[in-house]
């Protein structure tokens, strides 16, 4: 019998209860892929938190090979192609709420396809310079030079307040 697998811990995949698992796993994902919520899979099989039956999907799309993860996003799409055709004429006539829906579909659909992913950002110094392409001597002495600037200019501050530049008098 083969152990580890899709089982816990090193668990016999093949046991009853694995195998009781994996099934409620492709149960969920395939209530998931007929349109229903995770709440009504979390209803039908039995869980008291809509968070089960959504781990249980994520799990079962895990397991499942990409072709299948695949077929899913493109019945997502599918659905979203539908209900963006349904509210599409009404929001060019300036409909409120059939742009409000198109624009929540224009959402899913970049969300499903990942076009929302963050900007990549270069770490920078203070100067703008790339700080990934410093060597760690380079690093090093930049700090200790943004440290002592750090500590000349508190140094100043403490000066001009002890002879009180800065201050205005007798506007209490």
């Given at each position: 019998?083969?152990?580890g697998?899709?089982?816990?811990?090193?668990?016999?995949?093949?046991?009853?209860?694995?195998?009781?698992?994996?099934?409620?796993?492709?149960?969920?994902?395939?209530?998931?892929?007929?349109?229903?919520?995770?709440?009504?899979?979390?209803?039908?099989?039995?869980?008291?938190?809509?968070?089960?039956?959504?781990?249980?999907?994520?799990?079962?799309?895990?397991?499942?090979?990409?072709?299948?993860?695949?077929?899913?996003?493109?019945?997502?799409?599918?659905?979203?192609?539908?209900?963006m055709?349904a509210?599409?004429?009404?929001?060019?006539e300036?409909h409120?709420?059939?742009?409000?829906?198109?624009?929540?579909?224009?959402q899913?659909?970049?969300?499903?396809?990942?076009?929302?992913a963050?900007?990549?950002?270069?770490?920078?110094?203070t100067?703008?310079?790339?700080?990934?392409?410093?060597?760690?001597?380079?690093?090093?002495?930049?700090?200790?030079?943004?440290?002592?600037?750090?500590?000349?200019?508190?140094?100043?501050?403490?000066?001009?307040?002890a002879?009180?530049?800065?201050?205005?008098?007798?506007?209490?």
């Amino acid at each position: 019998m083969k152990k580890g697998g899709w089982g816990r811990g090193g668990k016999d995949s093949t046991s009853p209860a694995a195998m009781e698992h994996f099934q409620r796993e492709m149960q969920a994902l395939n209530m998931r892929i007929a349109g229903k919520s995770y709440q009504e899979i979390g209803e039908a099989l039995g869980y008291a938190h809509d968070n089960s039956s959504r781990r249980l999907v994520l799990k079962a799309m895990r397991i499942i090979k990409a072709d299948k993860v695949k077929h899913v996003r493109m019945m997502e799409l599918a659905r979203l192609d539908m209900l963006m055709g349904a509210a599409w004429d009404s929001a060019m006539e300036g409909h409120l709420g059939a742009i409000q829906a198109v624009l929540k579909v224009m959402q899913q659909r970049a969300k499903l396809l990942g076009l929302d992913a963050p900007l990549k950002v270069a770490k920078t110094d203070t100067k703008g310079r790339d700080i990934v392409t410093m060597s760690d001597e380079e690093r090093a002495k930049r700090i200790e030079q943004l440290l002592t600037e750090a500590q000349h200019k508190r140094e100043k501050e403490r000066v001009q307040e002890a002879i009180g530049v800065g201050h205005s008098f007798g506007n209490n």
